[in-house]
């Protein structure tokens, strides 16, 4: 075997296992990148039993405990509303009127399971999608959504 077949085995051993390193890497991360939605978009791309981030303002009068319990409110992107069933503590920022982000799975025909909830930190912040379209219905009073 001469050395330019040595070489050429050599390169394309490394180019399979750099591949098959790629490929590993890529099906760990899907399971495990959580995707952003507005209310409006929760049915088209969320999947059903899939973590996700439910992004909105909390709106005004919707919060409410169940019989078990666990705290409900509507998150709105100003044109469709979405329940949200968290069973928690809530964080102190909380309220309503303002925007909030809950991480959890979506059950078509049922209230959005939430495992966290996060509140704004400041007046300033509010996720780039749901400022987006907030702007599109008319809606926003902020300067910038970042």
């Known amino acids: 075997m001469r050395r330019r077949d040595q070489r050429l085995i050599i390169i394309g051993a490394a180019g399979a296992i750099l591949i098959a390193a790629v490929a590993l890497t890529f099906t760990g991360l899907r399971d495990s990148v959580t995707y952003f939605v507005a209310p409006s978009d929760l049915a088209e791309k969320?999947?059903?039993?899939?973590?996700?981030?439910?992004?909105?303002?909390?709106?005004?009068?919707?919060?409410?405990?169940d019989s078990e319990g666990a705290i409900l409110f509507e998150v709105?992107?100003?044109?469709v509303t979405a329940l949200v069933r968290y069973d928690g503590v809530l964080p102190d920022l909380f309220r309503e009127g303002q925007g909030v982000v809950a991480e959890g799975r979506y059950t078509p025909g049922a209230a959005f399971e939430a495992d966290r909830v996060l509140a704004r930190h400041d007046e300033t912040y509010m996720p780039r999608e749901v400022a987006e379209a907030l702007k599109q219905r008319g809606e926003w009073k902020g300067d910038d959504p970042r």
Do not use: F, K, Q
């Open 46 to 65: 969320a999947e059903p039993g899939r973590l996700v981030r439910l992004g909105g303002l909390v709106v005004d009068g919707t919060v409410r405990r």
């Open 76 to 79: 709105t992107d100003g044109a």
